[in-house]
């Protein structure tokens, strides 16, 4: 199974600063496609996951665009270039590549 | 607009069974995998299964494997997830979800909470 390590776990940041979020995995996401199916999906307080970003970098129909995604093979990043109050809560990547699918621990970004 | 709507989660004692449902609407159900995730309390994601479009393919993680049986009813609009012999660890919300033929989760639904104790 591939195993997804996110670090940090917390994340405090202050409203108009940006956030960083990393995703490594135990082996590479390159499919024999040659995609990276690599997700990042953000659940606020209550609520279901969300899309964000998929296949490392593109961002999902709504996204603001201060979320970008980057990264290739195992080691990936998301970044919040401007935290806004709407931003809190915990982002887990997740990769499609390989049966069975699985998901970061989570990063719980908060206000400081 | 695309909606997925959990139901059939409540209360059910260790080596019960439950199934859960989930109903689509808004996109041509017949068109897209679907998947089960779950969340226990407090704690991350975990996916649970996946069924393609015409059923012809079915994964589970091997946590659920031969407890839990996932199924689509695409005339319905429906998606089925029987679990049996529940354990106390099966406590979870499930979601199900949406996959795109491009491998994307785009579409969650809003869950359906199992709590699974004597």
């Known amino acids: 199974d591939i195993v997804m390590t996110q670090t940090p776990l917390s994340s405090p940041v202050t409203l108009g600063q940006p956030a960083s979020i990393s995703c490594r995995s135990s082996?590479?996401?390159?499919?024999?496609?040659?995609?990276?199916?690599l997700s990042w999906v953000q659940q606020r307080p209550g609520q279901p996951p969300r899309l964000l970003i998929y296949?490392?970098?593109n961002r999902f129909s709504g996204v603001p665009d201060r979320f970008s995604g980057s990264g290739a093979g195992t080691d990936f990043t998301l970044k919040i270039s401007r935290v806004e109050a709407e931003d809190v809560g915990v982002y887990y990547c997740m990769q499609v590549t390989q049966f069975p699918l699985t998901f970061g621990g989570g990063t719980k970004v908060e206000l400081k | 607009e695309v909606q997925l709507v959990e139901s059939g989660g409540g209360l059910e004692q260790p080596g019960g069974s439950l199934r859960l449902s989930c109903a689509a609407s808004g996109f041509t159900f017949s068109s897209y995998s679907m998947n089960w995730v779950r969340q226990a309390p407090g704690k991350g994601l975990e996916w649970v299964s996946y069924?393609?479009?015409?059923?012809?393919?079915?994964y589970y993680a091997d946590s659920v494997k031969g407890r839990f049986t996932i199924s689509r009813d695409n005339a319905k609009n429906s998606l089925y997830l029987q679990m049996n012999s529940l354990r106390d660890e099966d406590t979870a919300v499930y979601y199900c979800?949406?996959?795109?033929?491009?491998?994307?989760?785009?579409?969650w639904g809003q869950g359906t909470l199992v709590t699974v104790s004597s």
């Open positions: 082996q590479s996401l390159v499919h024999s496609d040659g995609n990276t199916y």
């Open positions: 979800a949406r996959l795109r033929g491009d491998r994307t989760w785009d579409y």
């Open positions: 296949k490392i970098s």
């Open positions: 069924i393609s479009s015409s059923s012809s393919t079915i």
